[in-house]
């Protein structure tokens, strides 16, 4: 149909939650302002083929992702270089980024 396009699940539960008062406010929270450019990436792509999209943003950058498992939004916040944060090794070539997310909550409570 013309006129038409498909929305992924990400998507559309990202403009929920920027859609939203609350929404707004818990991302504000957490360094999100409006107009800051977000990256949609599903769990499975590559860390190295979403932070190629995140550096074409010039960050600061949220990627939204989900957990395929029980469909939780999940957003990253990504920016550049701070002398407080620890440099890491670099990541396995085809870490994807849902498995970066799972690493950087660590394990589930």
Request: aromatic share 6%; net charge negative.
């Amino acid at each position: 149909m013309p006129g038409r396009f498909m929305r992924s699940k990400i998507a559309e539960l990202v403009s929920e939650a920027i859609g939203s008062r609350q929404g707004r406010e818990q991302l504000s929270a957490h360094g999100w302002v409006q107009g800051m450019p977000i990256v949609i990436a599903q769990p499975e792509e590559i860390v190295k083929d979403v932070m190629s999209l995140v550096a074409a943003h010039q960050p600061p950058v949220l990627v939204a992702t989900f957990n395929p498992e029980d469909n939780e939004l999940w957003f990253l916040y990504v920016a550049i270089g701070c002398t407080a944060l620890k440099v890491e090794d670099p990541l396995e070539e085809h870490t994807s980024i849902g498995e970066l997310y799972k690493m950087a909550v660590g394990p589930a409570s």
